[in-house]
């Protein structure tokens, strides 16, 4: 089973030659790092298309159960890219750090999970989608769009300080 808490290290060392900070007390805690990401405005998420190229696109998440979250329409590109491969980035600036957290999205699937996150959604952000026959639409557009719900499970993650002599890497287990 794996943990959400990973194991910080430097993400330089001495033989590197970096101007980087080399020094174990500038390891930047995981508590700091997700609550900057917690509170982004903008996060961007990057998929792979099915030829390759990249694909970057802003994404509203929530993090629930140590984990990020995000909905967005089967059809997109997005959906169109995770359904082909689930591996993806999130990332964030902020006035502390510029963090870059890898992972797999899985699509949810579960009536009882996407009721709760749903709720937090709602909740924490105000928008508010209904849960139709297993599938989840947002009745506040035209035509009712469906969505799909996705949760990311980092594998790692990258963070720089705000002046741009630090650097961590955290690795989940």
């Known amino acids: 089973m794996r943990t959400n808490t990973p194991t910080a290290e430097l993400l330089f060392s001495d033989a590197d030659a970096s101007p980087m900070s080399t020094d174990p007390d500038t390891i930047t805690p995981w508590e700091q790092a997700r609550a900057a990401m917690e509170a982004a405005v903008t996060v961007w998420l ?25 909905a967005t329409r089967p059809g997109s590109q997005k959906g169109r890219n995770l359904a082909a491969n689930p591996n993806c980035t999130l990332s964030v600036s902020s006035s502390e750090l510029d ?10 699937h579960a009536p009882d999970s996407l009721r709760r996150v749903l709720n937090a959604f709602a909740t924490s952000l105000g928008w508010q989608l209904t ?5 989840l639409f947002d009745d506040a557009l035209p035509g009712s769009p ?16 705000a002046q741009g002599m630090t650097a961590t890497r955290w690795r989940f287990h």
């Open 146 to 161: 469906e969505y799909a719900l996705y949760r990311i499970s980092p594998t790692r993650a990258l963070g720089y300080g």
């Open 131 to 135: 849960l139709r026959d297993g599938a």
């Open 46 to 70: 990057g998929t792979v298309r099915p030829d390759g190229r990249p694909h970057s696109t802003p994404v509203v998440t929530l993090w629930l159960d140590d984990v990020p979250w995000f």
């Open 99 to 108: 963090l870059a957290l890898e992972g797999t999205a899985t699509r949810e």
